[in-house]
């Protein structure tokens, strides 16, 4: 009985050791696969990390980008600043060259009003005279037209007086 338990035995047992092989032959191919997904896994962070920059990329990226903006947006305020004065100066020329238009108005209006006072046959050849002047002068400019005007009062005038 003995025999049979020790034949019986190291049958068990090298039953028992192939089983072990095969967990073991099963445990190192998991570990090669293992290993090979692991370095497949590796390969491709290496990949995606050289895609992608860094936040320190990024972020000088941003830094460069706004300094850019800044620097077009004030070269834009420059401009206006140069458009604004321009438009102000312009502006300024407008009213005085108004302003004196309006007092050489009311100066035509005064010298008119001291005519009306006067001998109503020179007061007609008086108009009479400015018209022809200023039809000799209507391609010109409104200035160089009072201007005329002016001076045909102003020698109406001083003929009488």
């Not at 834009?76 to 302003?99: G, I, K, P, Y």
């Not at 004196?100 to 010298?111: D, G, Q, T, V």
């Amino acid at each position: 009985y003995l025999g049979d338990s020790a034949d019986r035995s190291a049958g068990d047992m090298a039953s028992l050791q192939e089983a072990h092989s095969i967990e073991v032959q099963a445990l190192r191919d998991a570990h090669a696969h293992h290993v090979e997904t692991f370095a497949v896994h590796t390969r491709e962070l290496v990949v995606a990390r050289s895609q992608t920059s860094s936040v320190s990329d990024r972020l000088s990226f941003v830094e460069k980008l706004v300094g850019e903006l800044a620097e077009k947006h004030e070269e834009e305020m420059r401009r206006f600043r140069v458009s604004n004065d321009r438009h102000a100066s312009d502006w300024a020329t407008h009213c005085s060259t108004h302003e004196s238009l309006l007092e050489r108005f009311a100066l035509l209006e005064k010298k008119v009003g001291k005519l009306e006072t006067e001998d109503p046959q020179k007061l007609c050849a008086s108009l009479l005279q400015a018209e022809s002047v200023v039809r000799e002068t209507r391609l010109g400019g409104l200035e160089q037209k009072l201007e005329s005007i002016e001076r045909s009062m102003e020698g109406v005038a001083s003929a009488r007086g």
